[in-house]
């Protein structure tokens, strides 16, 4: 069995980034780690809802919307909503997503990513949660 | 709402990269274990959840890649033995390690990676302990070249 260092960290800022394209998914993960911020990476739902469901704590999920598979982001946000209300989220889309996703997210933002917004919107929703990345 | 400028890293980063190693492993808990332990050693590390993902990135100069490290039974067009046969062939800078638990496709895979291969379950240190000795040959090589 191994041993998570991620378990013995609960209260570091921690956000679940979750983007089948892998080019796109390391550019997110690596900026947002360049600002102190701890990332997990997931490919598609599947991936994510191992992690929601594992001991690991996550404060923003960030999710794309269009995702292969049985679920995509959609459905993934309203389950995450569901099933843990307190986690942030962050929809990320090229197209506008239905009303009620835009209800239910905290933050939509669109594709291709600004990286600075990006990064102060992931930080916002961080603060509000408890949890914002240690500067000094 | 004001865009936010993009820190660069501060000193108290640390600025040396020992390595970039791209982790292949398609039991998402695994990899991001092994991740964050290698990343926690000083390494930066690229994660893929398939061979198809591996070799996006390997395709990608800017990357580097120095190590993969890669699970030997994967869903996907590949499995490990078929991903570093891909790496021997098109990235032949890059030095392969396999991990697998099916002690028959353990021993296949001696003869496809350099440093030979990492049962599973693996203890993070092993892994790191592989990819130190592999980094620190090739260094060893690159001095005596240039010697």
Redesign the interface.
Known sequence: MLASEAELKPDRPTVLVVEDEILIRLLVADTLRNQGIYVLEAANAAEALTIIESALPVHVLFTDIRLPGRMDGIGLSKLVRDRRPQIKLIVASSDLPPGYIRQTADVFIFKPYDLGAMVHQVETLLAQSGHAPDHN | ?????????TATEPPVVAGVVLVVEDE???R???A??LR?CGYKV?????AD?AM??LQ?PQFAVDVLFSDIEMPGSLDGFGLSQWTRSNCPQVDVILAGSVPRAVNAAADLCEAGTVPK?Y??HHVHDRIRRLLATRRAAKGTKRD
Do not use: F, G, K, S
């Open positions: 709402m004001p865009p936010t400028t993009i820190r660069p890293p998402v808990l695994l991001l274990v092994i964050e332990y926690d690229i994660e893929a959840a398939d993902e996006l990135v990608q379950p203890e993070p």
